[in-house]
């Protein structure tokens, strides 16, 4: 199986309704036959959606759960099936209804996929029956809690830490791995195209990976001014990002504005910060504790996040 060139997101209804509707139009309505009014239902908006998407950033799988908790509209494009498509949507359904507490799921099946929930546990419940003219079986699958650490006695605070300055491109890779290492659930980072010299470190890389299969609820966000630069380019971020594309979630500005801005920071979720003025040099100031600057800097990350879009440019990057 090899699905190197597949990753998945979260998509929601209202934005992503186009490729939405064109799996699942091709799957349930011209495949199968199904009606349209009975596949596009009003619950759509109401549920929450992942999609599979290839290099070049088209839609070949979809799937969504309900806040029910009933997993539906399960649909992989006919080239990509038998590759690990529908198991990888699953599997982030199944993650997505466990981080919403949700003790099972149901589903529908068709019974021609019967085996395939059957493989990932589910147990069928009830006799077969007609929806849109094709034989289904109930399932449903008990999920296991996420494993949460005893409550301890909560602990003072660390002391906040002076900021120091950065004058080389070591002490700023010293420095951008220790937030990396430092981060509990949640790491920032924004950037103009992902400097080589500091992110494409074997060191900064391995320990990317480590945290996000570390932070199971978690990941990294990234906000890269100028994706186009990377073109022609295999950078090991992106790379990782593809391979662990549950844990990475990639945006870029769209204001003129924003995307002239030369500075440079990553945070983490522990009240450590690294700033540079200028994105191409590495001077700055960074603490891996200093809970006021920790704060503007989120602060100034999630307002640009909100106002960017997804990296649709690595569909020409071959990735």
């Known amino acids: 199986m090899n699905i190197l060139n597949v990753y998945l997101e979260p998509a929601t209804y209202d934005v992503d309704y186009e490729d939405l509707h064109y799996v699942r139009n091709l799957v349930f309505v011209e495949e199968q036959g199904i009606a349209p009014e009975l596949e596009f239902d009003d619950q759509d908006r109401q549920c929450h959606h992942v999609i599979a998407r290839d290099v070049d950033h088209r839609p070949i799988g979809t799937g969504r759960l309900s806040p029910e908790g009933k997993i539906g509209r399960m649909a992989v494009l006919a080239q990509w099936r038998g590759q690990g498509v529908g198991a990888s949507l699953l599997r982030a359904l199944l993650e997505k209804a466990r981080g919403l507490g949700m003790a099972q799921v149901t589903a529908n099946a068709q019974t021609s996929a019967l085996g395939f929930y059957q493989k990932y546990g589910f147990t069928a419940e009830g006799v077969a029956f007609l929806e849109a003219g094709i034989p289904h079986q109930s399932v449903r699958l008990t999920l296991q809690p996420l494993h949460k650490p005893l409550r301890a006695t909560p602990k003072s605070r660390p002391a906040s830490v002076d900021a120091e300055r950065l004058e080389s491109v070591e002490s700023t890779l010293a420095a951008t791995r220790q937030l990396i290492d430092g981060a509990r659930r949640q790491l920032y980072i924004y950037s103009r195209d992902l400097e080589y010299s500091l992110y494409g ?66 945070i983490n979720d522990a009240d450590g910060y690294l700033f540079r003025l200028l994105g191409d040099r590495f001077e700055g100031h960074w603490s891996p504790n200093l809970p006021a600057r920790n704060r503007q800097l989120r602060e100034e990350f999630e307002r640009l996040w909100q106002r960017s879009r997804p990296c649709s440019e690595f569909r020409a990057l071959g990735l």
Do not use: C, M, W
């Open 201 to 266: 470190q074997n060191t900064v890389v391995e320990a990317l990976k480590q945290f996000a299969l570390r932070s199971r609820n978690g990941g990294v966000q990234i906000i890269i001014q100028d994706p186009a630069s990377l073109q022609g380019q295999t950078h090991p971020v992106l790379v990782l990002a593809q391979k662990l594309s549950s844990y990475f979630l990639l945006r870029t500005p769209e204001e003129s504005e924003e995307q002239a801005n030369l500075s440079a920071f990553v």
